[in-house]
């Protein structure tokens, strides 16, 4: 069964620029996550999709940040404009469903200069 | 509410011992606690999960053990091998109340030394 893809692995951006991430689930996982991992911490849910649908979108930072999950499957994520401390690893997850067992991806390493 | 503390930061063990990893919860509605095992430059993977009901959950060399009322819950990895060296967090998750979205704690760096 392939896992969670994720691209690019690696991105470096200027400041006040702005980027996209990809994100394709494990098949059939209704569930999807996207987190942010700064160096040193443990990952922090930045929003939580249903199928297409927003579930918890709490701690996105909605003045910068958006994503979206056409059609229930892929997902991508945007930061537009950029900021020094977006600097991290963007995670993406999927399980079943929720409330079950979430399967990470390798993550895209972004770098803000 | 919604922290998770995990400690310690980073543990250093010899080969074939015992590694220990204590985390502590306030919010008493979370109801899932897994662990996560990350090697660098890599997506966290699923090592073992437990849910409030039962007090210990083994799969071969790794232990979780729960106490609910004390509100804590610590991997045991017993005769750590050099290739356990990674970093574990530990997360919690209420379905009831924040709908999966896990809470991790901070990540404890494990060297397994030959």
């Known amino acids: 069964e392939a896992g969670v893809a994720q691209s690019p692995r690696y991105k470096i951006i200027e400041k006040r620029q702005s980027v996209a991430f990809w994100c394709n689930p494990i098949?059939?996982?209704?569930?999807l996550y996207w987190y942010q991992q700064i160096l040193g911490q443990g990952p922090k849910l930045l929003i939580q999709f249903q199928n297409n649908g927003v579930v918890d979108d709490s701690q996105l930072p909605k003045d910068r940040f958006s994503a979206e999950r056409l059609k229930g499957v892929d997902s991508t994520l945007k930061i537009q404009p950029a900021k020094l401390e977006d600097s991290a690893v963007y995670l993406c997850?999927?399980?079943?469903?929720?409330?079950?067992?979430?399967?990470f991806g390798p993550g895209t390493r972004l770098t803000v200069t | 509410q919604q922290q998770v503390k995990q400690s310690p930061q980073s543990l250093i063990v010899q080969k074939g011992g015992i590694s220990i990893i204590n985390c502590a919860y306030e919010?008493?509605?979370?109801?899932?606690f897994p662990w996560y095992q990350q090697f660098p430059g890599k997506g966290p993977a699923l090592l073992i999960a437990?849910?409030?009901?039962?007090s210990e959950k083994k799969e071969g060399r790794f232990t979780i053990s729960f106490n609910k009322s004390a509100k804590q819950f610590s991997l045991h990895i017993m005769d750590s091998q050099p290739g356990d060296s990674a970093t574990y967090f530990c997360?919690?998750?209420?379905?009831?109340?924040?709908?999966?979205?896990?809470?991790f704690g901070e990540g404890t760096q494990l060297t397994v030394n030959p």
């Open positions: 098949s059939g996982h209704a569930t």
């Open positions: 997850a999927s399980s079943l469903g929720r409330g079950r067992e979430q399967y």
């Open positions: 997360a919690a998750s209420s379905e009831e109340t924040s709908g999966s979205r896990l809470t």
């Open positions: 919010n008493t509605a979370f109801d899932y």
């Open positions: 437990i849910r409030p009901d039962v």
